[in-house]
């Protein structure tokens, strides 16, 4: 598409292409839901019993008489909160996956076309409408999605506007809370979202002021929600706990002689050791254990991000009793290998992607931008950590953005050979 193209598309309604988007998507889901029964197993059957536990007894925990923090609350409050309005049937977390989902491809069209245009903006909804496994995870119980929408929901109000709105960064704040409570990880966002906002605020001093005020509300809101649940832990350990005690003990397995960088169990002479007493003493193996040997840490910190983007099967995996019951045993290897070829496709597109965007945008706007910055964050997470394929899905929307101008890009590029003429990639404005 050339400079004419681009401006014709531009000035049409947003409104019907996004309403196409999500139109499909919607069919899209509900046809997976409609076909595959919820028949949770791992990690999705843990969150399962969370849920059912919280609506029935107010407790988080595997059971009412079983309280503990080691898992995030997040995704459980929203699991227990639909099913303390419609019952606990499976269905309503189904209900409230698609939801979420479709919000999800909004704000990625929104995220797109405000830091790309409308062209990539669509063209990256359009990605994560047809993203299989985002396909097939409506019928999972998980936090992928709920983080994605909140973390992207708080991005796209604190870059609703060139000049910082003091009170959507106090929403902000509220979303980025409960970002946290479903991952910790997005505790540090802020700080991450922070850079490109002060680039376009500069030299502007009284921006550069609003910037840093909006900062410290988007604290303050993060810090309403966050509070009360701290105080919960505070009364059931006896000292500080922020959200979770997992992040010393995820340290630990993915920095121990027997890790593969994945999840691996805690030891069984700590396992009826309370949770915070575990996070401390593993945490400490883990840091003794890097210390030991740095150059072996590094070696684990690459394996660990080929992990988190070499492979792409979790959402059939998770869903694989409903397939084999609907579809038979038979399916799980095309399905797997459809997901993995898919992803395969996405993330190169997204290599594309980010090196057209840097050569168009410039590289300084480009790598301090929320989307790269964020990406490059939740990868160092992870690289420390643990990794698994599902991780990535947590920021999907940047990746989508990313592939769509390489996608864009390829096809522009691709289109002489069909006999139109030669495109140049418009430059932004």
């Given at each position: 598409?050339?400079?004419?193209?681009?401006?014709?598309?531009?000035?049409?309604?947003?409104?019907?292409?996004?309403?196409?988007?999500?139109?499909?998507?919607?069919?899209?889901?509900?046809?997976?839901?409609?076909?595959?029964?919820?028949?949770?197993?791992?990690?999705?059957?843990?969150?399962?019993?969370?849920?059912?536990?919280?609506?029935?007894?107010?407790?988080?925990?595997?059971?009412?008489?079983?309280?503990?923090?080691?898992?995030?609350?997040?995704?459980?409050?929203?699991?227990?909160?639909?099913?303390?309005?419609?019952?606990?049937?499976?269905?309503?977390?189904?209900?409230?996956?698609?939801?979420?989902?479709?919000?999800?491809?909004?704000?990625?069209?929104?995220?797109?076309?405000?830091?790309?245009?409308?062209?990539?903006?669509?063209?990256?909804?359009?990605?994560?409408?047809?993203?299989?496994?985002?396909?097939?995870?409506?019928?999972?119980?998980?936090?992928?999605?709920?983080?994605?929408?909140?973390s992207m929901l708080a991005l796209d109000l604190w870059t609703s506007s060139r000049r910082p709105r003091l009170g959507l960064a106090l929403?902000?704040?509220?979303?980025?809370?409960?970002?946290?409570?479903?991952?910790?990880?997005?505790?540090?966002?802020?700080?991450?979202?922070?850079?490109?906002?002060?680039?376009?605020?500069?030299?502007?001093?009284?921006?550069?002021?609003?910037?840093?005020?909006?900062?410290?509300?988007?604290?303050?809101?993060?810090?309403?929600?966050?509070?009360?649940?701290?105080?919960?832990?505070?009364?059931?350990?006896?000292?500080?706990?922020?959200?979770?005690?997992?992040?010393?003990?995820?340290?630990?397995?993915?920095?121990?002689?027997?890790?593969?960088?994945?999840?691996?169990?805690?030891?069984?002479?700590?396992?009826?050791?309370?949770?915070?007493?575990?996070?401390?003493?593993?945490?400490?193996?883990?840091?003794?254990?890097?210390?030991?040997?740095?150059?072996?840490?590094?070696?684990?910190?690459?394996?660990?991000?080929?992990?988190?983007?070499?492979?792409?099967?979790?959402?059939?995996?998770?869903?694989?009793?409903?397939?084999?019951?609907?579809?038979?045993?038979?399916?799980?290897?095309?399905?797997?290998?459809?997901?993995?070829?898919?992803?395969?496709?996405?993330?190169?597109?997204?290599?594309?992607?980010?090196?057209?965007?840097?050569?168009?945008?410039?590289?300084?706007?480009?790598?301090?931008?929320?989307?790269?910055?964020?990406?490059?964050?939740?990868?160092?997470?992870?690289?420390?950590?643990?990794?698994?394929?599902?991780?990535?899905?947590?920021?999907?929307?940047?990746?989508?953005?990313?592939?769509?101008?390489?996608?864009?890009?390829?096809?522009?590029?691709?289109?002489?050979?069909?006999?139109?003429?030669?495109?140049?990639?418009?430059?932004?404005?």
């Amino acid at each position: 598409m050339g400079r004419a193209d681009q401006r014709a598309l531009d000035a049409k309604p947003m409104l019907p292409y996004v309403v196409a988007v999500l139109g499909l998507a919607f069919v899209l889901r509900v046809a997976w839901a409609l076909a595959v029964p919820v028949i949770p197993v791992s990690d999705a059957a843990a969150y399962a019993a969370f849920a059912r536990t919280m609506a029935e007894s107010g407790v988080f925990g595997w059971t009412s008489d079983e309280p503990f923090a080691f898992w995030p609350p997040g995704t459980t409050f929203l699991h227990a909160a639909v099913f303390w309005l419609f019952g606990v049937w499976d269905s309503a977390v189904v209900a409230l996956n698609i939801l979420l989902s479709l919000g999800c491809i909004l704000l990625t069209i929104r995220l797109g076309s405000r830091f790309f245009g409308h062209r990539v903006g669509l063209c990256a909804g359009l990605v994560m409408a047809l993203w299989p496994t985002l396909v097939l995870y409506p019928t999972v119980y998980a936090s992928e999605i709920p983080f994605l929408f909140f973390s992207m929901l708080a991005l796209d109000l604190w870059t609703s506007s060139r000049r910082p709105r003091l009170g959507l960064a106090l929403v902000t704040g509220l979303c980025l809370g409960m970002a946290a409570l479903i991952r910790p990880v997005a505790l540090l966002l802020p700080f991450i979202f922070l850079p490109g906002l002060l680039l376009q605020a500069y030299p502007d001093r009284d921006g550069l002021k609003r910037v840093a005020l909006s900062l410290v509300l988007a604290a303050v809101g993060m810090a309403i929600v966050i509070a009360p649940w701290t105080a919960r832990n505070f009364a059931l350990f006896g000292e500080t706990v922020l959200i979770s005690t997992n992040g010393g003990i995820t340290l630990w397995m993915g920095n121990n002689p027997d890790t593969d960088g994945q999840y691996s169990y805690v030891p069984e002479e700590l396992a009826d050791v309370p949770d915070n007493e575990q996070a401390r003493i593993l945490s400490e193996r883990a840091r003794e254990y890097i210390q030991a040997d740095p150059v072996a840490f590094v070696g684990r910190a690459f394996r660990k991000l080929l992990l988190l983007y070499g492979n792409e099967s979790i959402g059939v995996a998770w869903n694989e009793p409903g397939i084999e019951a609907t579809f038979g045993p038979g399916a799980m290897t095309p399905l797997k290998r459809g997901t993995q070829i898919t992803w395969a496709l996405i993330f190169l597109a997204a290599c594309v992607g980010l090196l057209v965007a840097g050569k168009r945008h410039g590289w300084l706007v480009v790598l301090t931008s929320p989307l790269f910055l964020s990406v490059a964050y939740f990868s160092a997470v992870h690289a420390v950590v643990v990794a698994q394929d599902r991780y990535h899905l947590a920021f999907a929307t940047q990746i989508a953005i990313f592939s769509a101008i390489g996608a864009l890009y390829l096809f522009d590029r691709l289109r002489p050979i069909a006999g139109d003429r030669p495109v140049i990639p418009p430059r932004a404005s």
